[in-house]
Nanobody
Framework: QVQLAESGGGSVQAGGSLRLSCAAS??????????MGWFRQAPGKEREGVAV???????IYAISVKGRFTVSRDNAQVTLYLQMNSLKPEDTAMYYC?????????????????WGQGTQVTVSS
């Protein structure tokens, strides 16, 4: 069974930056077309899509993070990244990595069956 492991969360002041990483335990997503993405969930709120990236490098971003966050992937190592700049207190949430074979055409979480355990990001004002 494929496992995803996130890292890089932490606490930062508003305006700061963090870089999240997500490593897949198997090479399934290297051999086949796949979509990997980041989602987040704040206390009392529903999980929302942040950004997804397909094997061909095409990306989709949530409007709230566009221009501040950058999603990328290393297909050789099957590692997903999220560079977060100009962080705001409203970015505070548990961030989850997800992966699925095939391509993503939206930020819907229902596209994904494999999820990581999450990493906490806290942004203070």
């Amino acid at each position: 069974q494929v496992q995803l492991a996130e890292s890089g969360g932490g606490s930062v002041q508003a305006g700061g930056s963090l870089r999240l990483s997500c490593a897949a335990s198997r090479s399934t997503y290297r051999r086949y077309r796949s979509c990997m993405g980041w989602f987040r969930q704040a206390p009392g709120k529903e999980r929302e899509g942040v950004a997804v990236i397909n094997s061909d490098g095409s990306t989709i971003y949530a409007i709230s993070v566009k221009g501040r966050f950058t999603v990328s992937r290393d297909n050789a190592q099957v590692t997903l990244y999220l560079q977060m700049n100009s962080l705001k207190p409203e970015d505070t949430a548990m961030y989850y990595c997800a992966a699925e074979l095939g391509e993503c055409y939206s930020l819907s979480s229902t596209n994904f069956r494999t999820w990581g355990q999450g990493t906490q990001v806290t942004v203070s004002s």
